[in-house]
């Protein structure tokens, strides 16, 4: 998705269409009016498409599901570590009944881009906190 947007933007450059056709590679078959479109040099098309993958109106190509699949799997066990890590040394002693930590968001991972985490939580599995932070939303 991330490509589209550099090709609407930088149309009349030749090897961004190459770049483009070498991206979609394999996703041809499953994007065919994206391939098209491609093929076809029309920037026009595929800011549309790239305008109905943001709106939700269009399903996300399945690379991209995957990775905010893969994102969110990784966002969860991050902030069950930082809670667990929390609770462990809040306590005190080892005689203490403890306390529940209040951390009810963080910074996600850095190995996924900040496009990753906005989709998220445009989708509504993340829930946009101050200063780049992000939380799981009520029931999440």
Do not use: C
Request: avoid cysteine; hydrophobic fraction near 40%.
């Amino acid at each position: 998705m991330a490509k589209v947007a550099e090709l609407a933007a930088d149309a009349a450059n030749p090897a961004m269409w190459d770049e483009a056709r070498q991206a979609l590679g394999g996703t041809r078959e499953k994007e065919p009016d994206v391939a098209a479109a491609i093929d076809a040099k029309d920037a026009t098309r595929l800011h549309a498409i790239a305008e109905q993958w943001a709106s939700g109106a269009r399903p996300l190509p399945e690379h991209d599901q995957e990775v905010l699949k893969r994102a969110m799997k990784a966002f969860r066990k991050s902030l069950k570590a930082t809670v667990l890590d929390a609770e462990s040394g809040i306590a005190g002693g080892a005689m203490s009944a403890g306390r529940l930590s209040g951390i009810t968001g963080m910074t996600p991972p850095v190995r996924y881009p900040r496009e990753v985490w906005a989709e998220l939580a445009r989708q509504g599995r993340l829930i946009r906190g101050p200063q780049g932070t992000y939380g799981l939303p009520p029931g999440g």
